[in-house]
């Protein structure tokens, strides 16, 4: 996204379109994206309530399937968050992951739809305030999409 | 397409103004070689690698990319005989081929200048490299009219060898292109400390500092004048004033007494394909006035059918 | 794990008992039910279909809530259970175990987190956090629907292990694995053992010998009854997994039988004389020779490439030993464990080029390794440092450091961290033996950490030695005398040097060793981008490499000095010895199942299994390797049928915790 498709976040119909957004599932693996998600719990850090939380082993383990099925099922956006690079308990999971997400993108792209129907996030354990900032980003993405290129539900 | 053995011949600066004989020799010996040598009209200074690019690292590369663009027009390579043009021209011309954001800058200014639009459609030579790696020392040999018996101090100079990662030419620790292509002319190079340092004069640094630049080249003087050689040889003009003046403000300013030759890549080779040693312009230089090559005409065998 | 195994499986999942499922949502104080109506959500689950209860509760970690979760089980023969509190690192453990002493596996317990991952992070949203947590036990209650028994399976395993390399790392674990009990395999794919050690003249800080240091652990592994030493041998193919591996090694004739006595009259009427390795090409050796004279085994060795085939060796042995017949042998062994102690290399600064190393007329720039060698005992000039170009002792020593290291324009970006230390050592010598000479050395930053280190440090700066800050950027070689000079800008006085340069010994950076690519790749072992065999975690678990079985000791994991690596040895033993002292690896089989209905044979799956855990047979079936497995569950997307799944994370079951956290309501596609 270059920098005039952000847009000014002030805008009060940006609040009325997040107010929209109810389902962000969020898959996060085993080691940090537990990490981070229990560390951002911990520290009492606040975010949307529309971030919900699945727990997968690897990030490298989530495919089209369950992005697909998350928002053929209502989900607004769905999002994938894998250990930093390096750190992947699976040595390559979280690189696999990162490619995968890259494509289904490009294949949203070309069917017509958004390119933010799915992100990828790095995590580190001990970095709640980072995946925090990531679920913010999730929804502000959307948010934007949203108002410049419409949604799978807009478009049904 | 480029035209195939044709040559834009950029010119620069010192050379057309102060060493003629080099320019006339390079034309003699690159057309003796079979390829054509066009001029370039409207060809400016390169601009100078040091001193330009030091103020204005944008507008070097519009003017380099200017000159470029004469030559893209013209469908040929570039060839030029000095080490920095060669380092302006060449580095501008690689890096605008890599850098498409760059390449889009440069356009954009170089409409102002004209119809002028930098393609990378064209490559620049200088005639060193064409000398030692197309032509070689294997092709020289057919085209040689006589040898020279010499010991030659070579000097490399900077912009021709360096960056190495930019040019891909040779080692720069440890070269050998020059030596091995000058062996079947007869020239044998000495060997002598610091060989491969500046000459001092490049960089900006005879504009800006000339004691600098002389304390510089007072070292690679007494380095090479303890080797004695019979002529320093080098393929750049600015090296070659260097050598030339600073030999004679050496022997005016520290008392020396040195008259070394200075010759130019091209002077030697167009010699030895046969060009009159007074057509080289050696008579006009400051130093070595007197120098005659001592030379031994080659007979051309008869091709064994 | 076979076809017929997997159908069996399958059929098993058919014929399941009905699902009757548990819910209790927990207040935990203040934290869950401050936020989260605790009691709609307990409310919400009872209407859910197989729960058969739905209750809340203050404290479910409490001994109360524990018993509440096991009478549900034992009365009401509930046979999966969702808490829904808190995290499942915090107390996902403690549930679990609850429900297994009562009987039921402990895998058919889930956790939600309606803490962390909700009542904590939603304190302003009341609303929306309650909604949410309606939603993640339903997500759970889905979940635990599908939930299957995994079993905590016992594997046996082979008491043997391979040691591949027989330097000190490799020695010191053969050896602790021989003394508990275990059967060792040591295999060198040089002709003798000791390793790099060996070439040493004196080690840090206590300039001690290391022939002396190492000979007790030398002879003690040559001579245990329950080591195997084989050297002129590498590790050909590899199969198995942790517990049970098959390893067919190679041994290369020595074309010396063992009955050689060592006394060396071979090596005297051989006419061949080629630079020998072991002395770094400070000296020559013959092409029948053995590499020094501690050298274990003793017995001699042919170099078939530069034997001319004269015999006169064969000729002159008084035992008959020499053997010019004999063959490369293959040798499979069964062991449980793998130790890798491949060591390293030192690195080549010929590749440097402004330093000249190895080039004509810079003879007298050579590594540490070879003054290492010039300065030893046995060298050939009698411990003397003599200038290799023209035998003269040299009266200016200059050392460059971080030759290698350091360098981001050869790639090599680390630091070894211990050329410092023996820079400063032989520094030190060289001083104390040659007190007129003049020792320099050109450091970027000098680092000596641990104990007694600072003080060698200190101890060489008060005898002398010489220490100027700046990398040099070349050495230059006067043409006409042969001199050669080191250039360097003192940057703490920021004055350009040439130092004259009679000996220049360039500290070299510690580097993987040769055939480290094709060995690590037989291992099916991952690769740090500097070229080491990467280990499982850098702080927790450095003697551990990718792959569950094969450990790493010694300098093939990273640069490391000797105490170091002997450490890093004794932890590989360890963990290598344990699960076969124990005699069997406990594993939880959390693997995958492949329904050979779906199966296409296309192999996708085994490309993206990072420990190599899929085998092929000759019939191209595909079969999961149980021990090798660590249900990460890449290979559930990669497969294009879904004929793989990883159990209790199966696609199908992970739709149904997703398909609430959506939304539920299924879209308008068709």
Redo the contacts between chains.
């Keep these: 996204m270059t920098s005039s498709e952000v847009g000014d976040f002030c805008d009060p119909m940006d609040a009325e379109i997040k107010a929209k957004i109810k389902n962000l599932v969020v898959f996060m693996c085993n080691e940090c994206g537990q990490g981070a998600a229990n560390t951002a719990g911990v520290a009492r850090m606040g975010y949307d309530a529309a971030i919900r939380i699945v727990r997968v082993q690897c990030s490298g383990q989530v495919g089209p399937i369950q992005i697909m099925d998350a928002l053929n099922n209502g989900a607004d956006a769905v999002g994938v968050v894998g250990c930093c690079l390096g750190a992947c308990h699976f040595f390559n999971g979280n690189i696999l992951s990162m490619h995968r997400i890259k494509l289904m993108k490009k294949l949203f792209k070309e069917l017509g739809y958004s390119d933010q129907f799915v992100n990828q996030w790095t995590a580190r354990a001990a970095e709640g305030e980072t995946s925090v900032g990531d679920f913010e980003d999730m929804v502000d993405r959307l948010a934007v999409a949203i108002k410049n290129k419409g949604t799978i539900k807009d478009g049904c | 397409m480029v035209k195939e053995k044709t040559f834009a011949f950029f010119l620069g600066c010192i050379m057309p103004n102060r060493y003629p004989g080099i320019e006339s020799s390079t034309k003699f010996m690159m057309e003796k070689l079979g390829y054509t040598i066009l001029p370039m009209e409207r060809a400016s200074c390169c601009p100078a690698p040091g001193v330009f690019r030091s103020f204005n690292k944008v507008d070097w590369m519009v003017a380099a990319a200017r000159n470029i663009c004469i030559a893209e027009q013209m469908d040929t390579d570039i060839i030029t005989v000095c080490n920095g043009c060669f380092g302006t021209l060449q580095e501008v011309d690689h890096h605008l081929k890599e850098n498409e954001d760059h390449k889009v800058l440069v356009n954009e200014k170089l409409k102002k200048l004209g119809d002028y639009e930098y393609k990378g459609s064209i490559n620049v030579r200088h005639a060193a490299e064409v000398l030692g790696y197309e032509v070689g020392p294997w092709g020289i040999e057919e085209f040689l009219v006589r040898k020279v018996k010499a010991r030659v101090a070579i000097h490399y100079g900077c912009h021709l060898l360096k960056p190495v990662s930019v040019r891909g030419l040779d080692s720069a620790e440890k070269p050998s292109m020059l030596e091995d292509f000058l062996e079947p002319l007869g020239a044998e190079s000495v060997d002598f400390v610091e060989k491969y340092t500046c000459c001092g004069a490049g960089g900006g640094v005879k504009a800006f500092d000339g004691n600098a630049s002389m304390t510089i080249f007072e070292e690679k003087m007494k380095n090479i004048d303890a080797v004695k050689p019979d002529f320093i040889l080098s393929p750049c003009p600015f090296c070659h004033l260097q050598f030339e003046t600073g030999q004679d403000w050496l022997n005016k300013n520290k008392g020396t007494n040195y008259d070394y030759p200075v010759i130019h890549l091209s002077q030697l080779v167009a010699y030895c394909m046969g060009m009159d040693q007074k057509q080289t312009g050696l008579q006009f230089q400051m130093m070595g006035k007197d120098y005659i090559f001592q030379s031994e005409e080659i007979k051309q065998e008869e091709e064994v059918s | 794990m076979t076809k017929a195994n997997n159908e069996a499986n399958v059929s098993e999942l058919e014929t399941e008992e009905e699902p009757r499922i548990a819910v209790f949502v927990c207040h935990c104080g203040h934290n869950i039910a401050g936020t989260v109506d605790v009691e709609k959500v307990a409310e919400s689950a009872k209407d859910l279909p197989n729960v058969v209860k739905a209750e809340h509760y203050m404290f479910m970690c409490s001994k109360t809530g524990v018993k509440m979760l096991q009478d549900s089980i034992k009365e009401l023969g509930v046979n999966r259970t969702v808490v829904a509190s808190c995290?499942?690192?915090q107390h996902g453990r403690t549930f679990a175990k609850a429900i297994e002493e009562v009987g039921l596996n402990k895998h058919k317990h889930q956790q939600v987190?309606v803490?962390?991952?909700c009542s904590?992070?939603?304190?302003?949203?009341k609303e929306?956090?309650t909604?949410?947590a309606i939603?993640?036990v339903e997500?759970g209650v889905n979940r635990a629907r599908k939930l299957e028994d995994v079993e905590t399976r016992k594997i046996p395993t082979t008491k043997a292990a391979l040691v591949i390399g027989a330097g000190v790392a490799g020695l010191r674990a053969a050896n602790d694995l021989a003394e508990l009990g275990v059967p060792v395999t040591l295999i060198e794919k040089n002709s003798t053992i000791g390793g790099h050690m060996t070439q040493l003249n004196k080690t840090f800080p206590t300039l001690e010998c290391p022939q002396c240091s190492i000979s007790p652990l030398t002879n003690g592994v040559a001579n245990h009854p329950l080591i195997d030493l084989y050297t002129l041998a590498q590790v050909k193919n590899v199969e198995g997994s942790m517990g049970n591996f098959t390893v067919e090694f190679e041994i290369k004739p020595r074309y010396v039988h063992d009955n050689c006595t060592s006394c060396g009259e071979c090596s005297s009427v051989c006419p061949i004389e080629v630079p020998s390795e072991w002395d770094k090409g400070m000296s020559m050796r013959k092409a029948i020779y053995k590499a020094y004279p501690q050298a274990i085994p003793s017995t001699f060795v042919r170099d078939k490439q530069t034997c001319i085939g004269c015999n006169s060796c064969i000729n002159v042995c008084p035992v008959q030993a020499v053997d010019f017949s004999m063959k490369t042998e293959k040798k499979t062994v069964n062991v449980g464990s793998i130790v890798v102690a491949a060591g390293f290399n030192e690195y080549d600064p010929s590749e440097i080029?402004?330093y000249?190393y190895g080039?004509d007329g810079y003879d007298d720039v050579i590594t540490q390794l070879q003054l290492e060698r010039m300065l030893s005992p046995t060298s050939i000039t009698n411990s003397e440092v003599l200038r290799p170009s023209d035998g003269r002792i040299p009266k200016n020593i200059v050392m460059i450091q971080c030759v290698g290291s350091r360098n981001d324009q050869v790639g090599n970006a680390y630091c070894t961290g211990v050329c410092c230390k023996f820079a400063i050592k032989n520094a030190r010598i060289l001083k104390e033996n040659y007190p007129n000479s003049n020792v320099t050395i050109c450091y970027i930053d000098v680092r000596t950490p641990g104990l007694n280190f600072e003080e060698l440090y200190k101890s060489a700066q008060e005898i002398g030695v010489r220490f100027i800050r700046g990398r040099p950027s070349?050495i230059?070689r006067?043409?006409?005398t042969g001199e050669l000079r080191v250039i360097v800008e003192d940057t703490l006085s920021m004055t350009p040097l040439q130092l004259k340069g009679d000996l220049v010994v360039l500290s070299a950076a510690m580097v993987p060793p040769e055939g480290i690519g094709p060995l690590g790749s037989r291992l099916h072992v991952?690769r740090s981008k500097e070229g080491f065999l990467?280990e499982f975690h850098i702080k927790m678990n450095p003697t551990l490499s990718?792959k569950g079985g094969i450990y790493l000791a010694g300098a093939i994991q990273g640069p490391k000095d000797i105490s170091e690596s002997v450490a890093h040895a004794g932890g590989a033993a360890a963990l290598a010895a344990a699960h076969l002292v124990k005699g069997y690896i406990e594993k939880e089989m959390l693997i995958p199942k492949i329904d050979y209905s779906l199966c296409i044979s296309c192999g996708l799956c085994k490309t993206?299994c990072?420990?190599a855990a899929i085998d092929v047979d000759q019939d191209r079936v595909y079969s999961v390797n149980e021990v090798a497995c660590?249900?990460?569950?890449?290979c559930?997307?990669?497969c294009p049928t879904?004929a793989i799944q990883?159990i209790n994370?199966s696609?199908d079951q992970?739709?149904d915790?997703?398909?609430p956290?959506?939304?539920?309501?299924?879209?308008?596609?068709d």
Excluded: T, Y
């Design positions: 995290s499942k690192l987190n803490r962390e991952f904590w992070v939603h304190k302003n949203d929306g956090a909604q949410k939603q993640l997500a080029e402004p000249h080039q070349e230059l006067n043409p006409l991952l990467k990718s993206v990072a420990p660590k249900s990460c569950g890449m559930m997307p990669a879904g990883l994370f696609d992970l739709r915790e997703i398909i956290l959506s939304g539920g309501e299924a879209h308008c596609h």
